[in-house]
């Protein structure tokens, strides 16, 4: 819209301002509003990447959550802390020394990301794992021994990570390195973007936080799927597909279906048939003490044994069938 008025608009505004259904002060243009912007911090991620992160990496939470209780046999906690867009140079800053950091990468990646783990919970979950009470009592870096322990944990956890990531961008993460030094991780410059998500973990007694840094240059590549749109198409889906399976499911079960049992077979020519009568005995190929073979839907599925069962004639069940698999 142009600033300038034109005559009419003029003519009109004087108008109004003569009968008085205009005062000056109404007319008064109102500053502009001025958004400080800081070019030594620049927003590589907007709110909508944001949210969308924060549905990937609470739906992470959960499976790790569930994850990790069934490893270490007690009941994990796993909360989204926060999530924050600061440098790298500042993520690093606020790590202690020494620390549990993860490097890891992906064939689909454009570069590396850390996950980064407290050592009180790093050592909560190796005792617990181990056999032991689980409580911390250790201020040391993690010995070799103990890192090959863990590095298992840690593969099944970006397993949950990428999991959680599937739906959005599919990867395969891989463990690149595990340092004990902030400082010798260098994955980006110092003054590049990050976007670093805070999980909060409580396990028995022990409580500390897991972090997970995604480098705005990483994110960079695929950065057009992470809209909340994109997501909520996703989610659709996947109800409509669950509920899909769901009526298949209780379909099949109402479904009816033709069980017979068959007490035995033999083999007569034409002739013989010809000339069966009344009272004559046909030789089968099963002994009485022998199962029979119970078919459904014309297909052999159990043996059974004949007999009855509160006046009816019956089966019961003595084994499965297993179906013949094809070469």
């Not at 070019?39 to 969308?52: A, G, L």
């Not at 802390?81 to 790590?95: G, H, K, M």
């Not at 689909?108 to 050592?119: D, V």
């Not at 397993?159 to 463990?175: E, G, K, R």
């Amino acid at each position: 819209m142009s600033d300038i008025l034109s005559q009419d608009e003029i003519d009109r505004l004087l108008q109004a301002l003569k009968s008085g259904e205009l005062s000056a002060e109404e007319i008064k243009r109102e500053e502009k509003k001025v958004k400080v912007y800081d070019f030594r911090r620049p927003s590589k991620f907007s709110k909508e990447h944001i949210r969308v992160f924060d549905m990937i990496h609470e739906n992470f939470a959960r499976s790790v959550s569930t994850y990790l209780s069934g490893r270490v046999r007690t009941f994990v906690s796993i909360n989204l802390a926060s999530i924050d867009q600061i440098t790298y140079e500042e993520f690093i800053r606020s790590l202690p020394a020494p620390a549990f950091i993860v490097v890891f990468s992906a064939p689909e990646f454009a570069g590396s990301a850390i996950l980064e783990m407290n050592l009180e919970l790093f050592y909560t979950i190796l005792d617990l794992i181990l056999g032991g009470p689980g409580i911390p009592n250790v201020k040391r870096p993690p010995s070799e021994i103990e890192i090959s322990i863990m590095r298992k944990e840690i593969m099944n956890i970006l397993a949950n990570l990428a999991q959680a990531w599937s739906d959005v961008f599919s990867f395969s993460p891989t463990i690149e390195s595990i340092e004990n030094n902030p400082q010798f991780v260098q994955i980006a410059p110092p003054s590049e973007m990050v976007l670093l998500v805070s999980l909060f973990l409580t396990i028995g007694k022990t409580e500390g936080f897991m972090n997970v840094c995604w480098p705005s240059s990483l994110t960079e590549p695929f950065m057009d799927r992470l809209s909340s749109r994109n997501w909520f198409k996703v989610a659709k889906k996947e109800q409509i597909s669950e509920k899909l399976q769901k009526d298949l499911l209780t379909n099949l079960n109402q479904m009816s279906t033709v069980l017979s049992a068959v007490l035995g077979e033999a083999i007569l020519t034409v002739r013989e048939v010809l000339e069966l009568e009344v009272g004559d005995v046909i030789r089968l190929k099963s002994h009485k003490d022998e199962d029979i073979v119970v078919n459904v839907q014309g297909k052999p599925k159990f043996l059974a044994r004949p007999g009855t069962y509160k006046g009816y004639r019956a089966v019961r069940i003595t084994k499965i069938i297993e179906p013949e698999v094809e070469e």
